[in-house]
């Protein structure tokens, strides 16, 4: 807490069922979030379950019972596994004694098996290395090299395995820092802020971001993000948007949050109607829909609409955008695996989009010239717009977005 100058601390909390990585910058009283990450599907009980399995393999080779078909011996693995990783933190091998172990068909009642460090590391090896990717992705969306981390801290029981302790040195070059307890370090981390916020603790402030993007459904159910993940709070960003037909008096506001190009892959967090707005043609609305995360961490969406000035806004906890980190790191791990998808599919929806207005553009394009105008060039134009058409009942993309670019091309001599 009263470190001088500036020092950026890579956190690593290896608790039992979750790995999170967090890049903080701390000193002069600030603590402020660069970017957090992680891996939900990564935690201390893996690793317990890959011990699980191997006494498992070695008692069926020895005796051709399998104690994973056996509730309560699988049990009495499980409970052994958890002592025998925490062993493995000092010892290089280790005995290990299940007493009273009736797994049935004249099993011994008292079994011995040895593990040693380096079979635990090998039978462990891949869950490291799940710990790379989320790391580096930290670090990227922090803007940061590992040269420049000033100090490593881990987090959690399972974080003071060695070969952990090893993965860090190997990742950044530096050795962790041991001066913070990883058992009591949250609960410090928690009483701190508490301190903060009640004004106990003075001239101290955190700066945290947000971990998933923000934003509003669009036409053709596009996710518009409007604060990206990872956004310093507190934060007040706004995008001004249209009119998807033509007078439309009113216009809903979906509010989501989550990483996935389409609206229908992120979560609702609320959605209100906006109504009140003049008529106009398509395209022609101008509403500013903004953002705003305060200090609290409370998020405030306003609507307004810049011609007739009516407005509307809700006010959202972070109990309900706030998500577990187990929740967090499903959701952007669920981006990432399927961000070529999306995408792709944002990219149809897109072609299909500028298409239509194509059409539209066309049809205006030939009333506006009139009977004035260049006829058979009016005639090429209404042409193209029934093979644009007709490339959008097709839904081949490639066909509607070259339709449209030979739309474009005519409806532009047409306007000369």
Do not use: C
């Not at 971001?209 to 709070?233: C, D, M, W, Y």
């Amino acid at each position: 807490m009263d470190i001088e100058g500036i020092h950026t601390i890579l956190v690593w909390d290896l608790g039992g069922g979750t790995f999170d990585v967090s890049i903080l910058e701390l000193g002069d009283g600030l603590f402020e979030v660069k970017a957090v990450n992680g891996n939900t599907w990564l935690g201390g009980d893996d690793y317990d379950q890959r011990i699980v399995e191997h006494l498992a393999d070695e008692f069926k080779r020895q005796y051709g019972i399998d104690l994973r078909q056996n509730r309560v011996a699988l049990q009495r693995l499980k409970e052994v596994a958890e002592k025998a990783k925490i062993g493995l933190t000092d010892a290089e091998r280790i005995r290990i004694r299940i007493p009273f172990l009736d797994a049935g068909q004249g099993s011994p009642k008292h079994w011995e098996t040895t593990l040693s460090r380096a079979k635990f590391e090998e039978l462990t090896q891949d869950l490291r290395q799940k710990m790379i990717g989320p790391t580096r992705q930290a670090l990227a969306d922090a803007g940061l090299e590992p040269q420049d981390i000033d100090r490593v801290i881990l987090v959690g029981g399972s974080a003071r395995m060695p070969a952990v302790r090893e993965l860090v040195r190997e990742l950044v070059g530096k050795e962790p820092y041991k001066d913070v307890h990883p058992d009591e370090v949250v609960a410090m981390g928690a009483a701190i802020q508490a301190g903060i916020l009640t004004g106990e603790i003075r001239g101290k402030v955190l700066i945290d971001v947000t971990p998933l993007s923000l934003g509003i459904e669009t036409q053709g159910g596009i996710f518009a993000k409007i604060i990206e993940r990872n956004t310093t709070v507190p934060v007040s960003q706004g995008q001004i948007f249209t009119n998807a037909g033509d007078n439309q008096a009113s216009m809903d506001i979906h509010v989501l949050q989550g990483e996935r190009d389409m609206a229908i892959h992120n979560m609702t967090l609320d959605r209100f109607e906006l109504a009140g707005i003049p008529a106009a043609p398509r395209g022609e609305a101008r509403v500013e829909v903004t953002f705003d995360i305060d200090v609290n961490g409370i998020l405030h969406v306003s609507a307004h609409d810049l011609y007739s000035g009516n407005s509307h806004q809700l006010r959202i906890s972070p109990r309900f955008y706030g998500l577990p980190g187990d929740e967090l790191g499903r959701m952007i791990e669920e981006a990432e695996r399927n961000a070529e998808e999306d995408q792709r599919r944002r990219a149809e929806v897109e072609i299909g989009i500028k298409a239509d207005n194509m059409v539209r553009a066309a049809r205006q394009a030939v009333e506006e010239a009139g009977p004035n105008g260049d006829l058979s060039l009016a005639d090429e134009v209404e042409r193209g717009v029934l093979q644009v058409q007709a490339a959008l009942a097709s839904g081949d993309s490639e066909q509607i977005e070259s339709r449209t670019q030979e739309l474009e091309k005519l409806v532009k001599a047409l306007r000369r």
